[in-house]
């Protein structure tokens, strides 16, 4: 018995330690289920630890291995557990394998196990339309079980996933809830209404929560939080959220989502102050600082050139109020967006920047940095960069390549378009010289003929009255005569 004991709590122990990344349990589980394979007829198994042994295959996705053991337990004359079922049918609908999960009903009536209510609140939760929520709450009925907290939060996010919400609404007013799980159950509510566009009721009910004296659940708060980020001047709302977590890794989250909000909404000193809520929070776990920061500077990463400036005066604002270094990583995101944005100038101030906190170039910085130098333009800097670069991997080459197709190509159109331009110009000058020569010279000939044709008309104009005054001198001498030879007469 002592021996069984001790055998449950390493298994939950290496399902805790699954849970947060290490799985090199693995072996360990197996070699724990090797041994009660071997001495089952000495060990009195309970449904307990063979749940935890499921539950380990199911959290490694190994939901073949899972239904082996639940067949080499039934060889070991243990009947399985409706718990051990659940297990692997909830696993399956957190992959959202919705025929898997069906599947496991299926197994469980094959080998009479009857469903219990959280079986039942895991098929209502992940039902696609309002028959089968229907469908499963009579059969709910017919195996004698009273509706409990998980059936109510169930049916609420079920016909809220069906587009139901009104009838998600009546459900809180079914009159079997029992008092203490009201608002918990009202809670899931608000999530649900808030996830499905009706964030102005969701709210409202929050309020009603609140004038009742109680408080939010945490998920609802956050999922609230989340909704309410993504609407611009809800600043104010966001922090009033906040300050509904007093548990601090839901609290973490939240102001993670709300310094999300302040970076999208360029609100600096709101983003510092919650920065400094969490060096106070974490003062004695530098790492968790860390990390967090790096996580903020992730999603300036590779984002607009206004979201850079924004890093670029967060960064400054933590050094020079809160007396904070900023990490490798923090410097590694906010020189790749200066790469990203071609921001030459500031990527020299963050080059500057590993050597303030006492940082070595590596392989990674010497590409960012390379990276940002090409898209400035700065090919000769950029030769010099790339001297420093180890060529030993293949994936540093290739994105080397890539960089270099990327901006010189472009450099290379834009000084081609450039070249266009000028020989346009240049054409565009000689054409209009061309067309002004030729307007000059057509302009002189056309003097010139017209000077010509002037002359020729003065000239004959001139002829014509010097004839014409030879004409007047003969008919006046031809008349004289007359008249002389008629006095002489």
């Not at 200066?338 to 170039?361: H, K, M, Q, T």
């Not at 067309?435 to 002037?454: A, P, Q, R, T, Y």
Request: hydrophobic share 40%; with cysteine.
């Amino acid at each position: 018995m002592q021996l069984l004991i001790l055998l449950i709590k390493w298994v939950k122990r290496a399902i805790c330690f699954l849970l947060i990344g290490y799985n090199r349990y693995y072996r360990f589980v197996h070699r724990i289920y090797s041994i009660i394979r071997r001495h089952h007829h000495h060990l009195e198994l309970n449904g307990e630890i063979c749940r935890c042994l499921i539950h380990f295959c199911v959290r490694l996705k190994d939901f073949e291995r899972a239904y082996e053991m639940v067949n080499e337990l039934q060889e070991m004359n243990f009947k399985p557990t409706t718990a051990m079922y659940n297990a692997i049918m909830a696993g399956y609908f957190r992959e959202k394998n919705i025929v898997g999960g069906l599947t496991v009903l299926k197994q469980m009536q094959d080998a009479n196990v009857d469903p219990d209510s959280q079986t039942f609140s895991y098929l209502i939760s992940n039902c696609e339309t309002e028959d089968d929520i229907n469908m499963y709450y009579e059969e709910l009925k017919q195996f004698d079980i009273y509706p409990t907290r998980q059936i109510f939060m169930a049916l609420v996010n079920a016909y809220a996933a069906c587009g139901e919400l009104e009838k998600a609404k009546q459900v809180v007013l079914d009159s079997r809830i029992p008092l203490k799980c009201l608002n918990e159950i009202k809670s899931v509510l608000v999530s649900a209404l808030a996830s499905h566009g009706q964030l102005s009721e969701a709210l409202a009910i929050y309020e009603e929560i609140k004038k009742a004296g109680h408080n939010l659940e945490p998920k609802a708060v956050i999922t609230l939080i989340d909704e309410l980020r993504h609407i611009s001047g809800e600043l104010e709302g966001l922090l009033l959220l906040l300050k509904e977590l007093s548990d601090l890794n839901y609290w973490v989250d939240g102001c993670f989502r709300v310094i999300h909000y302040c970076v999208e909404n360029n609100h600096l000193s709101c983003a510092v102050d919650l920065f400094k809520q969490l060096k106070d929070n974490f003062e004695s776990d530098d790492t968790m600082t860390e990390v967090l920061f790096d996580a903020v500077y992730s999603l300036i990463a590779g984002s607009k050139s206004s979201r850079l400036q924004f890093g670029l005066d967060l960064l400054w604002a933590i050094k020079d109020e809160l007396g904070l270094v900023p990490s490798r990583q923090c410097l590694d995101f906010l020189l790749s967006a200066c790469a990203n944005s071609g921001d030459l100038n500031n990527a020299r101030l963050i080059w500057r920047e590993y050597e303030v906190a006492g940082f070595p170039y590596n392989v990674l910085s010497y590409v960012r940095m390379y990276q940002a130098l090409l898209a400035s333009g700065d090919q000769r800097s950029a030769d010099f960069i790339l001297k420093k670069i180890p060529r030993d991997d293949a994936e540093i080459c290739t994105v080397i390549s890539a960089c270099q197709k990327t901006y010189v190509d472009k450099v290379k159109s834009v000084e081609g378009e450039k070249k266009k331009k000028i020989v346009k110009s240049v054409e565009g000058v000689e054409k209009k010289k061309n067309v002004k020569s030729v307007e000059e010279e057509m302009k002189k000939k056309n003097v010139k003929l017209v000077e010509g044709e002037m002359k020729k008309k003065n000239v004959k104009s001139e002829e014509g009255k010097k004839k014409k005054k030879k004409k007047k001198k003969k008919k006046k001498g031809t008349e004289k005569k007359q008249e002389s030879e008629v006095s002489v007469e």
